[in-house]
């Protein structure tokens, strides 16, 4: 499925695909070792930004492994602060991986819940995805806050399944059912 009309607003925020005009931006997010701090890889130069926008500007999800990555704007100003996605685990299963990054200059604010929300409803209600789950570095307290703010119930802690720059890390995953989703819905 291709998502490249797709576009939700939320309360302060605008999420959509990513356009040329918004490389700038998402280069002086990738750049930084803050952000990359917990994704086990070093941050991005020009050229590597470049090849990862592009594949970025095509969202879809037809094949198990395709990502969807969508540009957070936030609404006041058009000011491109970040980006979510939805990376197909499963077809047959129904399951989907979801992911964000934000700048840090942007952090604290709430943005990462509210996109994250945004997703998630798209990937239960319009997408149908069974369950998602989300990855993440155990020492990030700041995605272990957004995920458990969503209600997303951990399931698993890694105990030093990855390794980067010599050091080892632990992930943890959360995740959350469609009618889990439906239920909190309902409610609130």
Same mark, same amino acid.
């Given at each position: 499925?291709?998502? =490249? %009309?797709?576009?939700?607003?939320?309360?302060?925020?605008?999420?959509? @695909?990513?356009? @040329?005009?918004?490389?700038?931006?998402?280069?002086?997010?990738?750049?930084? @070792?803050?952000?990359?701090?917990?994704?086990?890889?070093? @941050?991005?130069?020009?050229?590597?930004?470049?090849?990862?926008?592009?594949?970025?500007?095509?969202?879809?999800?037809?094949?198990?492994?395709?990502?969807?990555?969508?540009?957070?704007?936030?609404?006041?100003? %058009?000011?491109?602060? %970040?980006?979510?996605?939805?990376?197909?685990?499963?077809?047959?299963?129904?399951?989907?991986? =979801?992911?964000?990054?934000?700048?840090?200059?942007?952090?604290?604010?709430?943005? !990462? *819940?509210?996109?994250?929300? !945004?997703?998630?409803?798209? %990937?239960?209600? *319009?997408?149908?995805?069974?369950?998602?789950?989300?990855?993440?570095?155990?020492?990030?307290?700041?995605?272990?806050?957004?995920?458990?703010?969503?209600?997303?119930?951990?399931?698993?802690?890694?105990?030093?399944?990855?390794?980067?720059?010599?050091?080892?890390?632990?992930?943890?995953?959360?995740?959350?059912?469609?009618?889990?989703?439906?239920?909190? =819905?309902?409610?609130?």
């Amino acid at each position: 499925m291709t998502l =490249s %009309g797709l576009r939700i607003s939320t309360d302060r925020l605008v999420i959509r @695909p990513f356009v @040329p005009d918004d490389f700038a931006a998402f280069f002086a997010y990738h750049r930084l @070792p803050d952000v990359y701090r917990y994704l086990y890889q070093e @941050p991005l130069d020009e050229t590597a930004a470049r090849v990862k926008f592009a594949k970025a500007s095509a969202p879809q999800l037809a094949d198990d492994g395709d990502v969807a990555v969508f540009a957070v704007e936030r609404q006041e100003d %058009g000011a491109l602060i %970040g980006e979510v996605l939805l990376k197909l685990a499963s077809r047959a299963a129904e399951q989907a991986e =979801s992911g964000y990054i934000f700048n840090p200059a942007f952090a604290g604010k709430g943005y !990462a *819940t509210e996109a994250m929300r !945004a997703i998630l409803d798209l %990937g239960f209600s *319009t997408l149908h995805f069974h369950r998602i789950f989300a990855r993440l570095d155990a020492l990030n307290k700041g995605s272990v806050g957004v995920v458990e703010r969503l209600g997303m119930r951990r399931e698993a802690h890694l105990i030093e399944n990855d390794r980067f720059n010599g050091a080892w890390g632990d992930e943890l995953v959360y995740a959350l059912l469609k009618r889990e989703w439906q239920a909190k =819905s309902e409610i609130g």
